[in-house]
């Protein structure tokens, strides 16, 4: 799952066993040849300053407490939207939540 802090910041976590490291990698194609993030973090989360508005991949491999390197997992794919913003840079809402452009620009 990811969430949307603030408009600011995305976090991505995962499941985990107790003293495993991670591999997170976020990519702009699904093969991952054109690396966005290439992160190692010991927490099953991850923050990241929100990206520009286009479509990323983003996948998680585990390395065990004893040194065994898993498997990426399989590839989820994640839209950043571009958004619109008040003059003080918040973004901007509405009742149905941020307001966006029904396009944006790749």
């Excluded at 491999?61 to 004893?66: I, N």
């Excluded at 149905?96 to 790749?106: D, L, M, T």
């Amino acid at each position: 799952p990811a969430s949307d802090n603030d408009g600011t910041e995305l976090e991505f976590s995962w499941p985990s066993e107790p003293l495993q490291q991670f591999l997170v990698e976020i990519s702009e194609d699904s093969d991952f040849k054109k690396l966005y993030l290439s992160k190692e973090t010991k927490e099953a989360n991850l923050k990241i300053a929100r990206p520009s508005p286009s479509i990323y991949f983003i996948r998680v491999r585990a390395t065990d407490a004893d040194g065994f390197v898993g498997r990426f997992s399989s590839a989820q794919k994640f839209e950043i939207f571009q958004r619109w913003t008040t003059g003080s840079g918040d973004v901007l809402q509405s009742t149905a939540g941020a307001v966006r452009p029904n396009q944006y620009n790749k």
